[in-house]
């Protein structure tokens, strides 16, 4: 069978660096899950080094194409490919309930909301690496302060211990894209509970971050909050100043405001 075409619609860009691929599935520890979701594996550059690893690894992709290519090329992988939109397929429909870690090379169109859904599972998924676009990598990674640092850093460090590992060049893929790549892991927190509530915790994130520009007594007037707590310090700043654990602080402080 002859190779899949990349299809610009899908944010396709295969790559053709076999050390890449093997540096990025090294990347996982392989320990406290048993199984491995690989999100659009593609031709499955990625695929074959995580066969060899002591878990067992499942694909999801969209492409018809890349399913019937994986379906002629890798028979480790028979009754492990799902032919699903991670973004919209349960995914406990196979791992019932259990946990599971998520790699990928992925695509830059989707990249963000695949972190966003991988959040939402948070609770089976104990660690996370992949490759992205080079700035989506170093804006989940950032910390406060960095003119970067916004909603997606905030929500993954939450929960997460985020590390950027390394840089990738355009020329080892196929198209190349227009854009530097970068890789890197997720691993989950200790303790990932929130001392504050997480619904609350999320839309204070978001709303804040929606009017970056502002100080948050500005930028979270749609809370309606006391004279008194607008006057608390931590109104002064805006939401790039703020520390995962002052975001957490500041939720409490609204949470109690409510009351």
């Known amino acids: 069978m002859e190779k899949v075409k990349a299809k610009k619609h899908l944010g396709q860009h295969f790559l053709t660096d076999e050390s890449i691929a093997q540096q990025i599935a090294d990347t996982l520890s392989f320990e406290g899950y048993e199984n491995i979701l690989e999100i659009g594996p593609g031709m499955g550059v990625l695929t074959k080094y995580l066969l060899d690893k002591p878990t067992t690894t499942y694909v999801i992709e969209i492409d018809n194409e890349s399913v019937d290519y994986l379906n002629a090329h890798y028979p480790k992988l028979y009754g492990k490919i799902i032919s699903k939109d991670f973004l919209k397929y349960n995914i406990n429909e196979v791992f019932e309930g259990k946990p599971f870690a998520i790699i990928g090379n992925f695509p830059y169109n989707i990249s963000s909301q695949i972190v966003f859904r991988a959040l939402e599972l948070r609770n089976q998924i104990p660690e996370f690496s ?3 676009q ?5 804006r989940i990674c950032s910390k406060k302060g960095s003119k970067v640092y916004g909603i997606l850093s905030v929500l993954t ?9 390394f840089t ?4 080892v893929f196929n198209p190349p894209p227009k854009v530097k790549s970068g890789v890197l ?4 927190k200790a303790n990932f509970n ?6 609350l915790f999320f839309t204070v994130v978001k709303t804040a971050f929606q009017q970056r520009r502002k ?5 979270l007037k749609s809370f309606q909050l006391t004279d008194n707590l607008k006057e608390d310090s931590i109104f002064d700043l805006r939401p790039e100043q703020l520390s995962v654990e002052q975001f957490i602080e500041l939720t409490q402080k609204i949470e109690a405001n409510a009351i």
């Open 130 to 132: 992949g490759m992205f």
């Open 134 to 138: 080079k700035e989506v990598a170093e």
């Open 157 to 165: 460090q939450a929960f997460y211990d985020a590390e950027y590992l």
């Open 168 to 171: 990738v060049h355009e020329n």
């Open 185 to 188: 892991r997720l691993r989950r």
């Open 194 to 199: 929130l001392s504050c509530d997480e619904k």
């Open 215 to 219: 100080t948050l007594r500005n930028s």
